[in-house]
């Protein structure tokens, strides 16, 4: 079945080293943060209880929600887009244009921090477990992370993501051993939030001193400017359109826990966090190949005689990378997932196995769909996205009243699971018509080798055959090929070491 890609094979020319060292500093960055985050987790749930981590992500949940509100989908992927095309089309207004953008992020930043301060008594008493202090302490994380985004945008726009790798993994590090120090000394949760303040603000300095950095080679100078606010209106109304798929994306998780934390116990929320954080692995190589191909399709769709097999052959590669990988995900949970819950978080955990997999299976196909996405926001066509985001969300919300309430952490995985499944496909057939070959046999290799692993774990004793179902299927379907898995490796090797 090796039909529809076989051409797509990496060649090592100036631009593919470009991305691929873009998508080697992306994979620091992710792999060493989501590290951290297993860690945090594990630490929390062995010093506090499983009850005290489910208020502990619930907080976390409210000041990401209002991380993802303050983006207005212009460090996401507005602002990139500018940047990118901007440098492709007038660079000699790049200040002017990263100036206005940083402007609108920073105010509207502070005033949804205001906001968080305001309100923390109404959103603390929603919840079991969390209090209104620790909530006005999460505020501080908005402006700090506000800044951090703003930078990454400036840095993912001009394709120099190699900084990332530096100050994200190095503020995670500085959560990290807060967190031990919290853990070892027996101090409140409330402490923790705060130590956290320094983590943030130590990334914040280093993103800055970066940013300068990079408008002295490109002959730029960041100014916050009030009077831009009127002049980038109409950028924040083109900008809303992308900013429905991505708070759809990134909230998604954090909407189900809170729905969990109304609806159920705090060990349920604690349960799906868990769960959906060892379901995120397939995730890391997704966002980092996302956000690395963005730039570069926004760049091509700007330049004049754009060649559209360039975008093609980009997407067929990384759709095929992303199905491999989560396919290959889930059928090493299948085979060691109930030893990992137990091992990592204890046997209470060991029950959530069911939402382990239900999860791995839905982040695995929303990784393709997050590609698909990444082509029709570059190419201005993303208010078909926003739309479909509407209707998985009336989805989830339909389904959830009933699957959460009754079944818990459960019903919430399935729930999930099964809007990313109907939004996937809807994605997938608007793409086709829009613009045309987008890949969709990765798609349906990816759907067939899930079913081939989750029937022969459904077998007695299949889970224990579930990697090697994985190899055979992926193998003769065309989704795992070594001679293209080793080209890719050589470049990602050849990029670092150019740029070293």
Known sequence: MNTDDDKSTPVADPANNCLATNIFYLLIAIVVSNFCMFLRNLIVIRSYGAAAHGGFVLVVSIAAVTIAVSDLGLASKVGVRLIARQRAIEPERLGQVISGLVTVQLLFAVVLVLGMMAFAGPLASAFDDISATAVRVAGAWVLLHAIIRICIMIYVGFERMGAIALFMPAAEAAKLVWLLICAATGKDVIWIFVGWIGAYGLAAILAVAYTRRIGRAFSFRVRIQPQAIRRSLHIIAEAVPYHVPFMAMFALPFVTQFCLG??????????????????????LVSIATATAIFPRLAHIDASAGADSNEATAMLKQVTRCVGMIATFVFAFYCTTGSVLLQWMYGAEYVSALPVLLVLAVGVGLENYTQQLHQVLMAMR??????????????????????????????????????????????????????VGDIAAGSFVRTLAVFAVVAVVAWLPYGRCFAVPAWLLAASSLG????????????LLTSAFRSRS
């Open 262 to 283: 109304v609806w159920q116990v705090p060990e349920q929320v604690s349960f799906f966090q868990v769960c959906y954080s060892l379901a995120f692995v397939s995730r």
């Open 381 to 434: 066509k993303v208010r078909v996205i926003s739309l479909l985001e509407l209707l998985r969300y009336i989805l989830l919300a339909a389904l959830a009243a009933w699957a959460i309430r009754i079944h818990g952490a459960q019903g919430a995985a399935w729930t999930v699971c099964a809007a990313i499944i109907v939004n996937a496909v809807l994605v997938m057939c608007v793409s086709r018509r829009l």
């Open 479 to 490: 989704l795992f090929r070594l001679r293209q898995l080793r080209q890719w490796s050589a």
